[in-house]
């Protein structure tokens, strides 16, 4: 059974940052785009990023030029860096895989408030 595990989340004032890592139980490159979403209050999952086995990555429109999604296949991670974060921001994050096995996983989600 895959494993991803998420971490980082927390409280951070208006213009802060944060960094969130999914750690996979497995080796990245047996997924085929890894991606993460967010989920807040009373509102549906959204995407909020994604990046595929060959590193092409994807933002929705409301995070560009502020978020940078990124791996790093030695450590079997996934990262969502966050600036300038705001109100709007404040959600629960999941990360996701896609492997090649028609398999598709979930984290357990890390809560982020932005909050003064």
């Known amino acids: 059974q895959v494993q991803l595990v998420e971490s980082g989340g927390g409280l951070v004032q208006p213009g802060g940052s944060l960094r969130l890592s999914c750690a996979a139980s497995?080796?990245?490159?047996?997924?085929?785009?890894m991606g993460w979403y967010r989920q807040a209050p009373g509102k549906q999952r959204e995407l909020v990023a994604t990046?595929?086995?060959?590193?092409?990555?994807n933002y929705a429109d409301s995070v560009k030029g502020r978020f940078t999604i990124s791996r790093d296949s030695d450590a079997n991670t996934m990262y969502l860096q966050m600036n300038s974060l705001q109100p709007e921001d404040t959600a629960d994050y999941y990360c996701?895989?896609?492997?090649?096995?028609?398999?598709?996983?979930w984290g357990q989600g890390a809560q982020v408030t932005v909050s003064s």
């Open positions: 996701n895989g896609d492997d090649y096995n028609g398999g598709h996983y």
């Open positions: 497995r080796h990245i490159f047996n997924f085929y785009r």
């Open positions: 990046i595929s086995g060959g590193g092409s990555t």
